[in-house]
């Protein structure tokens, strides 16, 4: 069988970015045909692996590469050209000899260092399958029963979160928390049940849908939880990135709720990437 994708068209000048846009679509496409979950499968309860600290990071790192290049796209932020490098090393000089203040991050600098195309989009979309992936990731932690149990779902969300922080090589999870009471081997069950491709392939903000599943109305208003609304996201995109070409500017966001705005902006982007599940 034949799988037929639509290609949105495209105006960019820069032939190589087109390409590279247009076969991370085709793979995206292709993948969300295709994948059908293997939810039934029965998991192995001998496997050992000796997981070290920031073991997913490898594989998180090249799916990306492949479905969406935003990680790719940071690093080259991050690789200031050695006549930028330069102008940065002289900027306390001009600034007396020119009698202004000195500039953190001249705008040449600026300039210079950030990749000519624009930040690689991301389109956020909900997927069944990964509310489905993780509510089997989160049950695979107890023995027996489910993680919904009363009273002890936020512990099994928290090591869960713990695990993961230590996948992704986390600086203040450096050791693979313990397993809770009652959940021998939950480490390598995770391991074999958590599928962060599936959530890079389909991504949104799955935490904000499951924390306030476990959360009684007081417990929200007592801690302010209040996970923001996709349509609530746009809108605020649209009316803060008015320039979309414009990737330095910054903005106040006290709730820092608003994951699509690193779509364009290269600090809200950073972020977004080593802030990939927030901490409970």
């Not at 293997?38 to 492949?66: A, C, E, S, T, V």
């Not at 809108?235 to 979309?244: E, Q, V």
């Not at 990737?247 to 990437?273: D, H, M, W």
Request: glycine share 4%; proline share 8%; hydrophobic share 35%.
């Amino acid at each position: 069988m034949t799988t037929t994708v639509n290609i949105p068209a495209d105006n960019s000048t820069d032939n190589t970015e087109n390409v590279e846009r247009i076969t991370r679509y085709r793979l995206r496409q292709i993948m969300k045909q295709k994948y059908q979950g293997n939810f039934n499968k029965k998991l192995d309860p001998n496997l050992k692996r000796d997981l070290k600290h920031g073991w997913l990071l490898p594989y998180i790192g090249q799916i990306d590469r492949q479905l969406w290049g935003r990680w790719d796209y940071w690093a080259r932020c991050n690789c200031m050209p050695e006549h930028a490098y330069t102008r940065l090393k002289m900027e306390p000089a001009l600034a007396l000899l020119e009698n202004r203040p000195i500039e953190a991050l001249p705008k040449f600098v600026i300039e210079e260092t950030l990749p000519k195309e624009p930040i690689p989009q991301i389109e956020w979309e909900y997927s069944p399958l990964v509310s489905k992936m993780l509510d089997r990731t989160l049950d695979s932690i107890p023995n027996s029963g489910t993680w919904r149990s009363w009273g002890g779902s936020f512990d099994y969300v928290r090591y869960f979160l713990k695990w993961a922080f230590y996948g992704f090589g986390h600086p203040k999870q450096p050791e693979l928390p313990p397993e809770p009471r009652h959940c021998e081997g939950a480490s390598m069950r995770l391991y074999q049940v958590f599928d962060a491709g599936l959530m890079l392939l389909f991504p949104e903000d799955y935490w904000g849908r499951i924390i306030p599943e476990i959360t009684s109305k007081s417990s929200q208003q007592a801690s302010g939880f209040y996970p923001t609304p996709l349509h609530l996201m746009e809108l605020m995109t649209d009316l803060i990135s008015t320039d979309m070409s414009d990737r330095t500017s910054t903005f106040y966001e006290p709730c820092v709720g608003n994951l699509l705005q690193n779509n364009y902006n290269k600090q809200q982007q950073q972020r977004a990437i080593f802030q990939f599940v927030v901490k409970l």
